[in-house]
């Protein structure tokens, strides 16, 4: 049984010009220990995606899916405190901008510390269980590879660098330890040895822990090198969803082909400095959504079929979701 199974998921904002589909029919299924890439430009939806699941969408959106389960059990039906206890213990989530995240006005170790739930710290009197909570919070900035525990306990979040604040709050996220990390664009912004640290460390805690990870990212060169699957979303709608290695080598959706082609060292075939084939033009916005098939207006290869949005249809176990996909050339030659 998959850990979180997603089918046409659909969620509706209101604004001013009436409800906008900001996501339609998206599926995303995580199985158990695996690494699952969520990718597209900013604006996507990559992150009311993460919402969705979570919990943490404003009453008036209308959320409606097919199917969103975890481990079999139906999110949107649950009662409140049954989701929350979920997130609390087996969902964790981390965002871009760790400093954010975190409150200016208590120090990393009061924050660790108390975020430590009651029931894992055993002693009779007070002292023995923040002498607990310490030892706690101690072992598990070492898991996230911050060696040096007097230093950073006792700092100010302002006191210390980008990837000890992203480190930390995968510390943070560890302490019920968690089957499901969502990891909401957790390198944005952050310079490449950084950015390999934590890429680093999420594939290890992958590893050693049997942690499934969703990785959400419009940086296709950070999530190739960890990911197994990979789920490309455009404009709401998921375009594709494959193993990383066969979208690698055979996107069928012109979308992930034009993402695949603006990052280089992506693709073995393309000689150095040849020119990128990107797409024309931009992702409209929620008010400005093209009918049918969202990419339409940029793709190169739209038709008249194309007004009407296409099915996700699958190759074994290659989704896409596409009138006119790029298997048919091959099949001509
Ligand atoms: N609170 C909100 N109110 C109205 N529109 C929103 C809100 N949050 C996100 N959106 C819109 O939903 C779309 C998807 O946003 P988002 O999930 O943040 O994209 P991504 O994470 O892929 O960059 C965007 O067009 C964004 O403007
Ligand atoms: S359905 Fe049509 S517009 Fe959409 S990606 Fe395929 S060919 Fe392009
Ligand atoms: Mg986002």
């Not at 008036?60 to 139906?74: E, I, P, S, Y």
């Not at 590893?207 to 490309?232: C, E, G, P, Y």
């Amino acid at each position: 049984m998959a850990l979180l199974d997603i089918k046409n998921l659909t969620l509706e904002i209101d604004g001013s010009s009436g409800w906008m589909k900001a996501l339609d029919k998206v599926s995303l299924r995580i199985e158990e220990g695996e690494i699952r890439a969520l990718v597209g430009e900013s604006g996507s939806g990559k992150s009311l995606i993460v919402r969705a699941v979570v919990g943490a969408i404003p009453e008036h959106w209308r959320v409606t899916a097919d199917r969103m389960t975890w481990k079999g059990k139906d999110l949107l039906t649950m009662s409140q405190i049954e989701r929350r206890k979920i997130m609390r213990s087996e969902i964790a989530v981390i965002f871009q901008n760790p400093l954010l995240s975190l409150d200016p006005s208590a120090t990393l170790g009061e924050q660790l510390m108390e975020s430590i739930p009651g029931n894992l710290v055993s002693g009779r009197w007070f002292w023995q269980r923040t002498k607990k909570r310490r030892e706690m919070a101690i072992k598990l900035l070492h898991k996230v590879g911050i060696k040096e525990h007097k230093k950073y306990l006792g700092a100010y979040p302002h006191q210390i660098a980008d990837d000890i604040g992203q480190k930390f709050l995968i510390a943070c996220a560890l302490v019920s330890s968690p089957r499901l990390l969502i990891a909401d664009d957790p390198t944005r912004g952050m310079e490449i040895t950084t950015k390999t640290q934590i890429l680093k460390l999420l594939t290890r805690l992958n590893k050693t822990r049997n942690l499934s990870i969703l990785f959400v990212s419009h940086d296709l060169l950070a999530i190739s090198s960890m990911s197994d699957r990979m789920t490309v979303l455009y404009c709401g709608q998921t375009v594709e969803d494959g193993k990383m290695s066969q979208l690698r080598k055979r996107p069928l959706h012109p979308y992930t082909k034009a993402l695949l082609d603006s990052a280089p060292s992506f693709r073995k075939d393309l000689a150095p400095k040849s020119p990128l084939a990107a797409l024309d033009g931009t992702i409209p916005t929620l008010q400005h959504l093209p009918i049918g098939c969202r990419l339409g207006p940029r793709c190169p290869r739209a038709q008249k079929e194309c007004v009407r949005t296409p099915e996700l249809r699958h190759v074994q176990d290659h989704f896409y979701s596409c009138h006119f996909p790029l298997i048919r050339e091959r099949e001509k030659q």
